[in-house]
């Protein structure tokens, strides 16, 4: 996590592996994709709650994929919606090959205005980096 936190661990970052995020409150739902063909159990850190955790203050969020893409999801967005930083499948670790080792995902089948290409677009897979800005 980078740009305006207050909570960091490394040069003005906050660095996490896994089990940091683990010891964050876990959430989770079952859900379709238009990725998956059917419904999964995601579970992981609702993004609200690291944002408050680390005191990120800021308009957006960028979220960032290995390959580069990214996506700027509203502070106000990310705070009104259930926006979950996923790091398992099923209860099984996302890999990078299955979309992992982070997956940003929404409750999709519980409600059907999040089933639309402008939610899909914001969920970032194979997220490395959030950025506030």
């Not at 790091?87 to 999709?108: A, C, F, Q, S, Y």
Request: proline share 3%; no cysteine; glycine share 8%.
């Amino acid at each position: 996590m980078t740009g305006n936190i207050e909570r960091t661990n490394s040069n003005g970052k906050a660095i996490f592996d896994r089990e940091m995020l683990d010891q964050l409150s876990q959430h989770g739902f079952f859900t379709g994709t238009p990725w998956t063909g059917q419904k999964h159990h995601f579970s992981g850190v609702l993004l609200s709650d690291l944002l408050n955790y680390l005191g990120a203050e800021g308009e957006n969020v960028r979220v960032i994929a290995l390959n580069d893409y990214h996506n700027d999801l509203s502070m106000n967005m990310v705070r009104k919606h259930p926006f979950l930083l996923s790091t398992r499948l099923d209860g099984e670790i996302i890999k990078v090959r299955d979309k992992g080792p982070l997956w940003v995902m929404l409750p999709l089948s519980e409600h059907s205005e999040y089933d639309t290409k402008r939610y899909h677009e914001m969920l970032v897979w194979q997220v490395k980096q959030l950025d506030i800005q």
